[in-house]
DNA sequence: TCTCGACATCCGTGAACCCG
DNA sequence: CGGGTTCACGGATGTCGAGA
């Protein structure tokens, strides 16, 4: 139901989307300013009952220039804006008299900012990801993608606009909320998981934060710290993996595997071979100092093309498993509230476990150089076994050893020559990418993914194509109008001003089964992206001809009515009656001529403009192209 | 006395600013 | 560019006073 005074709601949520819909359709962004919840309410007036489902017996709503005048307590470090200017905008919702339902009761739209498109979508709760999605983006962040990269898939992805420091704060606030409550999750650990004899994550700052409780932790299973300390997965590490191809519901019945990685370098090339153990033990080596992300990766097209990796060629003829780190898996266990953690997973000290299983050789990736370094000796892998934590003093050696090792590939480090850091920085680039693209082709082929609704739309069109049985028939001569235009290079000229550019996009929707047309057009600069002119109102068609009106608005206090002609993809149209605010600074504008023209994908219009101290002259000339 | 509008204030969250 | 941190924002409730 739309928001209007009277509209009724059965239940909160009912408000809360129809709320969206209206911000959506109006580009305005609503804040709740005041609320008194049922319970509350139930208090004041005891005699009164109240639907548990309408959740509030008063919300008052507005916009978000609006609000409560802040109180700063600011110390004057830093210096903040504030986007508050007493807008005027309200909407305030009540229970009905038996406090079942909820209605609007008074509605102000009015508001003293100027609105647009740009503007909503940059604001913060526009711009928010859902607790899931900022999870996966958290995921993936941890493996060091090219975060421009990322920022950009996903701004395609979702359709939002997403800036760097929101980037930068899902990271911040997943750190924030693994540093958080260690003791609970010992807790939790300690009641459910341990029973079971399983495997758990922990962070290390988990285990140094709970001392009082790591010696009953460690006599009744593994610890295993988690790969964010030592490093993402790395090409010269072997790692625990989880084979993500076979996932259950059931987290035990996944299967687990070791894998190892290999890495040569010959006179033109790098190759990583990857073998892949069965389940039986879990151990790390030394770190190479090679240490170069690796993306997950999985099915067909799982590499970048070679024209999106320019410094390098990179050839491949296979495709790689599917992994990913214990880690993820670890947390997302705990997250989901699964008590049963994957069994499989247990320490060894002896390698020979391992060697016990014949690996399995996967295929091999091959990164080629345009130039190479032969004397940078190839690095092989030498197994060193993992020590897991078994007590307070092994924390301590462990910490002394990584130590060590830290300083001594520090000392490796400083020996490679300049070419091989280059090198480095051209395998790090392409898979920081590689781990980008990686992270959405799997989104794109796992049904029912969180961001396949919003890709759809993005790579299929957006907007809905038509079909006739979609808008009434009359307006079938207009049909070439409808959807989203968009255009950066605008001409701007009249006599009296100078010469200017501009961007536009306009948009042209039937408006259900009703003969008319909804259009909006708006301008901007394009240095700056500042508006400048909004139009937007209906179409019509004289039934059974090729006559139509448009009855525009504009922002600059003009309202008119034009009418024409349509020609197959060509109007025309020319002011007949227009008004204009008293206070409207001159010229005034007597009468406005707009062609509108397709030609295939692309929609050209020249507006031409008479005012009282000039003639009729062409103002505005702008091609748009199709953006869905 | 009851109901309701309006204002004051608290407090957790997270957006965004500063600085290395 | 990223880490650390400030403080604006949003949601909720308490309280006061006017009017029925």
């Not at 930068?168 to 609970?184: C, E, F, G, Y």
């Not at 409808?482 to 042209?508: H, L, M, N, R, V």
Request: charged letters at 25%; proline letters at 4%; glycine letters at 4%.
């Amino acid at each position: 139901m739309a928001i209007e005074v009277g509209a009724e709601f059965n239940t909160y949520d009912d408000l809360t989307n129809a709320i969206k819909a209206y911000e959506a359709a109006n580009f305005v962004n609503l804040i709740i300013r005041d609320t008194r919840r049922v319970e509350s309410a139930a208090k004041r007036n005891q005699r009164k009952c109240y639907n548990a489902a309408i959740k509030y017996s008063d919300i008052s709503y507005c916009c978000t220039y609006g609000g409560k005048k802040y109180v700063s307590h600011s110390t004057g470090k830093r210096i903040h804006k504030t986007i508050k200017q007493s807008c005027p905008f309200s909407l305030k919702v009540r229970a009905t008299v038996d406090g079942q339902r909820l209605f609007v009761r008074e509605m102000s739209s009015l508001h003293n900012h100027e609105i647009s498109e740009a503007e909503f979508r940059l604001h913060p709760k526009q711009r928010k990801l859902d607790i899931d999605s900022q999870e996966e983006i958290a995921n993936l962040l941890s493996m060091e993608p090219d975060k421009k990269l990322l920022r950009d898939r996903l701004m395609q992805i979702t359709g939002k606009v997403i800036l760097m420091k929101d980037i930068h704060n899902i990271k911040t606030r997943l750190v924030n909320q693994k540093q958080k409550s260690p003791a609970d999750k010992i807790s939790f650990i300690s009641k459910d998981t341990l029973a079971n004899n399983s495997t758990i994550e922990l962070g290390e700052a988990d285990i140094q934060q709970s001392s009082g409780v790591q010696h009953q932790v460690h006599s009744l299973c593994d610890v295993h710290l988690p790969l964010q300390n030592s490093s993402h997965l790395t090409i010269g590490d072997q790692h625990d993996v989880i084979d993500q191809q076979n996932q259950n519901d059931s987290p035990a019945e996944r299967l687990c595997y070791i894998e190892t990685q290999s890495y040569q370098q010959s006179s033109d090339s790098y190759s990583v071979n990857i073998q892949q153990y069965p389940t039986g033990s879990v151990y790390e080596l030394t770190p190479n100092p090679y240490t170069v992300s690796i993306p997950i990766m999985q099915g067909n097209n799982i590499l970048p093309s070679i024209e999106e990796i320019n410094a390098h060629d990179i050839t491949s003829t296979n495709t790689f498993q599917h992994w990913t780190a214990v880690e993820e898996i670890g947390r997302t266990t705990l997250h989901a509230g699964n008590y049963q953690t994957i069994s499989t997973l247990t320490f060894s000290e002896h390698q020979n476990d391992l060697l016990s299983n014949e690996p399995q050789t996967l295929p091999s990736i091959t990164v080629k150089f345009p130039s190479s370094d032969s004397s940078s000796s190839p690095s092989t892998n030498q197994p060193a076994y993992h020590e897991y934590a078994q007590g307070p003093q092994n924390q301590k050696l462990k910490k002394h050893r990584r130590k060590e090792q830290s300083n001594n590939n520090e000392k490796k480090k400083k020996k490679k020559s300049a070419v091989q850091t280059d090198k480095d920085n051209l395998v790090k680039k392409y898979f920081q990418q590689a781990t980008v693209n990686l992270f959405f082709n799997e989104r794109l082929k796992t049904p029912g993914n969180r961001f396949q609704k919003s890709l759809r739309q993005e790579t299929q069109g957006g907007a809905p194509k038509m079909s006739e049985s979609q808008y009434h028939e009359m307006l079938k001569p207009l049909s070439w109008l409808f959807g989203k235009w968009q255009s950066e290079a605008g001409k701007g000229e009249y006599p009296t001003i100078s010469d200017f550019t501009y961007g536009e996009e306009a948009e042209f929707t039937p408006i259900g089964m009703k003969p008319m047309i909804e259009y909006k057009f708006y301008s901007w600069k394009p240095e700056n992206k500042m508006q400048l002119h909004r139009e937007t109102g209906f179409i019509r068609i004289k039934p059974e001809t090729n006559h139509i009106a448009f009855m525009a608005a504009h922002n600059l206090g003009v309202v008119e009515i034009q009418e024409g002609e349509v020609h197959g993809q060509e109007l025309t149209v020319q002011t007949t009656s227009l008004g204009r605010t008293s206070f409207n600074k001159p010229p005034e504008v007597k009468s406005v001529r707009r062609t509108l023209k397709r030609t295939g994908n692309e929609l050209e219009q020249v507006m031409s403009m008479e005012t009282n101290k000039t003639a009729m002259t062409q103002h505005l000339k702008i091609t748009f192209k199709k953006v869905n």
